[in-house]
Structures are given as C-alpha cells and as structure tokens.
C-alpha cells in the first residue's frame, strides 16, 4: 500500500483547488467529492488514513474511514463503520489519542482502538461517556472532545438558550438569575480520558459562563485549552426596541478564549460586542447594548469575531509543511450563519490567528475562501458547501470537511517557504471585501429594501432567521416550510404552533429536526393571520389563506 503521505512528494493539486481560494504557493486536491452520510470533524491517522464523524449516520454505522491506496491525494477505499448509538446529526468528536480513536454521538463519547495497518478497527467499542441529562429539543448538545498531555479529556455541555430563558420565551423576557442552567451545562467539564461509562457527576468542572462550543483545541505551544463561542442569537427578534437589523446581523461576538480552570466567560449575563471591543449587559439581565455592570467581572476573549459567523471547529497548526507564519497559529472553520437577515449570511470560510508565545500576534486573516460558491448567500440553503471540520495530517496537510455534501479537501503548501510573506496575505487581505466576510453596509447591503407585501416584513423579522428568506430552512436545525404538509394542510394546527410554539422532534421530508420554536403569542390576531397567509402562499406553496377570526378562535381555545 502506498499512503497519500509516504515520502516528501506530495500528489498534485486540482486545476481549480477543488473551488477553494487559498493564498499564494497553495494548493488543494479534493480527496473526496462527497459522502452520503455528509461530514462533522475529522482525525487523520500517522499513515494518512482519514476517520470521519458522519453528519447523518448510515446503516452501517455513524463513522467513515478513507485512505488512498496510490498516493494521488483522492480516498480510494471508503468503510463505514461504528455501530454506536447515534442519537441526531450534531455529534461531532473525532480525535485520535494515544492511540485510540474517540468519536462521539449527541450523547456519549466512544472510543475504539486503532489497529497499525487495519483501516477500520475491530476492537471493541468503549463508552468513555455519557451525557445523562434529561434533554427535550436542545441545538447546543454537540459533545467535542480535547485532551492535555496528562491523561484529560475534555467536553463541553452547551446550553438550551440564548440567556438562561423558559423554553417557550416571548420577546422582552428577562432571563432567570441567578441562571440555574450554569449547574450542568454552559462550560466546560474535565474527564479520566481512560475511564469508561463516566457521566458529569464523574468529572469536574473546569470553566463556565460558556454557551455552546464546537470550537476546542488543546494548544501544545503553552499547554491551554483555547475554544471560541459561538454567541446567542434573536437580539432583533426578543429585543427590536432596543437593537436594530444591523445590529442584530453584526452582534455578539463569537468569542475566541483561553480556557484555564476557573474561567467565567459570563454568559448569560453579558456578551462581547467585538465592534465597542468589551463586554455588556445582555438585554434579558438589564442591558441597552451599552451598559457593562457585572461584565467587568468576567474574562474577555483573546479576540472576538463578528456575529453568527459559527465557529465550529478549531485547530492550531503543529506542522512543518506551511510557512512558518503559520506555525503554531489558529485555523478556525467558520460554518457560516443562518439569522443575519435581513443582510447577507456570513462566515463560510476558514480563518486564521497567528499566535506567538500563546498570544494572538496580528488580526485574524482569511486562510480559505469559496466554500459557498455564491455571493451574496441571501439563504443558509444557497450555500454549496459549508466548512466544519480541520484536521492535519502527519505530512503537515491539512483537511477541511464540509456539512452540506460531504466533501472533503487536502491543502497543501508547493512554494518557497522563505519568501512567503507580505504579498500572499495581501492578496487574501482582499477576500474580507466579500458579502460573506465584510462588514455589511447598513443600506445597500440590506435585503429588504423595497415595499413588501402584507406578512412578509413580519416573516422576515420573526421567522427568516431561522426558516430562512426562500422558505427552505437550514438542513438539520430549522424544517422547510416550502411544500411542508403542515404548512399547506390544517390551518388551525399551524396556528397553534405559532401561538403555542413547538418542541420536539418532527420530520419533514424525511429529514428529523428536534429543535424548539418558541411561541409568538405577542403578535396580534392580524399579524399571525397575516404571516401565516403569507408563508402558505409563499415559497411554492399554493393554500387558503388565514383570517383574523381564524386566529381568534384558536387563541381562545390555548
């Protein structure tokens, strides 16, 4: 068997980078065009070979394993395997240590041991943990995994809400304080990386204040574990007297942190507003967006980046292929966000932070660009690809997932490492004038401007965030409402589930969402018949309208 990293030679690029813009002296092969079962993080092995966190798990089990056979960069052999429970499409783990592969579900974290020469291993399947907490409809339940050089694992559990809010929360709804979600969940927990069947009350908890992390890497340069957050959501819509679109579109931060034991980053008291640069009030515990109070008391991030851009995984670069400007440095995969409307979604790149000594050493720069392949990306559902998982591979490569096709690149660097400097990263200094980086204009780039019909302005501020401008959703986390049979069928179902808001899993075609739609019994009768007239003749859908008497007799009966 000849490995894709045997030996200095690395295989040739694709003509066009697999679509990927990368800066000078790079090139990117595409090692598999896609997987049925769609991809989360990745870990590559000392011999090259590829295991996969499959998105949505197959028959014949929730992992997949590649390797090229003839060194041409492209996955010649494709295994599934990993028969576990896979309990829904947001686990995420795959890490290899000391010799163990750990992967993990929504719910538990397995690991299995590899076996030198052997693709797929057959040795028993361990559960390592197990998250036994009662859990209804929860997006923020990803268990990643990280590991110091002491035998530690380590795994968040993220948080329900966006503020320590009910489940069913209604706009200017002040969050529970003190948070009672902080004792289980929102932070960080350390684990017997060697241990089986633990559960939470078997670790300790090592940092909090921390929403919801896919993000985790452990830096080995200064022995830290560093994650970057993704922020909340819904400013606009739980607060539109205190923030705006723009607002809304650009706020809060995703926040890039160094995580020692103890840390509290605040949540859900306080965010970061990256463009003030500190963090302030969150509206749910008095905020106006500028007030700081409490805040002052917990850590501020290393660097905060702009809102919904979704962090979802984190890699700092150990290699020695690349240019030594980005040795040590973080490569951060922005999944690219799905609530910036009434603006262009954002994010859908890889990103960059030089680091030196353990501190970032210049702004955040953009490493790989055109992972959506259009522009502007107006739905989360226009975009072709969206980056998740980084992973490096023993020759110094590194490998990008993609969620939507399952599509998988190895980046390589071909030129002169000692002349790569000032004119590459210019040259990508230019791809932040992009919709999906920039800053976005608060008139021009505003995609409702115009007159809107009756129900659309009220759709678009309360409910395209999350089922998107074009109806289609966001595959795993927001259903369709385009040809959904309760969109089209019983008027007086649908008119419930706005009022009453929804949690639990549903299936629309043929695609499991387990999410919560909060009610939105603040409209009036006229706005709810409105809205929903307008979503059941929208989209493709061609059904009877909703009157006003027909919200008043369903509000009467709830």
């Keep these: 068997m000849v490995s894709c990293s045997s030996g200095p030679q690395l295989p040739p690029g694709d003509p066009d980078n697999g679509g990927l813009v990368l800066p000078g002296g790079f090139d990117a092969v595409v090692v598999v065009d896609s997987l049925k079962g769609r991809t989360r993080h990745m870990a590559v092995n000392d011999n090259g070979d590829i295991y996969v966190k499959l998105r949505f798990p197959q028959e ?12 041409d960069g492209k996955a010649d052999e494709l295994q599934v395997f ?7 499409s947001y686990g995420a783990a795959m890490r290899i240590y000391n010799g163990y592969l750990y992967y993990g579900s ?3 974290v397995y690991r299995q041991k590899l076996v030198p020469g052997k693709l797929v291993p057959d040795t028993e399947i361990e559960t390592i943990l197990t998250d036994d907490h009662e859990h209804g409809s929860h997006e923020h339940i990803a268990k990643v995994v990280s590991f110091d ?42 684990f017997d990386a060697n241990k089986k069947n633990q559960t939470q009350k078997d670790g300790t908890k090592f940092a909090t204040g921390l929403r919801s992390i896919v993000a985790m890497d452990w830096n080995t340069e200064d022995n830290n574990l560093y994650v970057v957050m993704h922020g909340r959501d819904d400013l606009l819509r739980l607060w539109a007297q205190k923030y705006s679109p ?125 992972f959506a392949g259009v522009d502007p990306v107006v739905n989360v559902s226009d975009a072709i690809y969206r980056p998740m998982g980084i992973a490096m591979g023993p020759d110094g490569s590194l490998y990008f997932s993609d969620t939507e096709k399952g599509k998988i690149w190895r980046v390589m660097y071909k030129g002169d490492r000692g002349s790569f400097g000032t004119e590459q990263l210019a040259k990508m200094e230019e791809r932040k004038n992009a919709s999906n980086i920039r800053t976005p204009d608060k008139i021009e780039d505003n995609l409702e401007k115009g007159v809107k019909v009756a129900g659309e302005k009220t759709y678009l501020t309360y409910c395209g965030s999350c089922h998107q401008n074009n109806g289609k959703g966001a595959s795993g986390r927001f259903p369709p409402l385009a040809g959904a049979p309760w969109v089209v069928g019983d008027k007086g179902l649908l008119i ?4 009453n808001g929804m949690e639990g899993s549903i299936t629309v075609n043929g695609e ?39 919200v008043e007799k369903i509000r009467r009966t709830l």
Excluded at 250 to 271: D, H, K, Q, S
Excluded at 496 to 499: A, G, T
């Design 246 to 370: 723009w607002e809304s579109a650009m706020l809060p931060a995703e926040e890039f942190l160094r995580v020692t034991e103890g840390t509290n980053a605040g949540w859900p008291y306080c965010y970061y507003d990256q463009i003030k640069g500190q963090k302030v009030l969150a509206p749910e515990y008095g905020g106006d967006g500028d007030s700081i109070g409490r805040c002052a008391d917990f850590v501020d991030p290393l660097m905060g980046f702009p809102g919904h851009w979704a962090p979802n995984d984190l890699f700092f670069y150990t290699g020695d292929q690349f240019p030594e400007h980005y040795k040590n440095g973080a490569f951060i995969a922005f999944h690219g966000s799905t609530n910036r409307a009434p603006y262009p979604q954002a994010g859908y790149f890889i990103g960059f932070v030089p680091f030196r000594n353990g501190q970032p050493s210049g702004d955040w720069e953009v490493f790989a660009d055109g």
């Design 82 to 88: 990993g028969d576990y429970k896979n309990d829904g």
């Design 149 to 190: 050089d002491k035998g530690n694992m380590y795994v968040p559990f993220g948080t329900p809400s966006n503020a320590c809010m009910p489940v069913k929360r209604t706009p200017n709804m002040p969050g529970m304080d003190p948070c009672p979600q902080l004792e289980d969940h929102g932070g960080v927990w350390k």
């Design 60 to 71: 014949e089990g929730g992992n997949m394993a590649l390797r090229d056979v003839d060194g």
């Design 512 to 550: 499991e969402y387990n999410n919560v739609m909060p009610q939105h019994s603040f409209l009036s009768d006229e706005e709810v018949a409105r809205v929903l007239t307008y979503i059941r003749q929208s989209f493709g859908n061609e059904a009877s309208e909703v009157s006003t008497e027909d």
């Design 496 to 499: 419930s589930i706005v009022l």
């Design 106 to 108: 929504q719910l538990a």
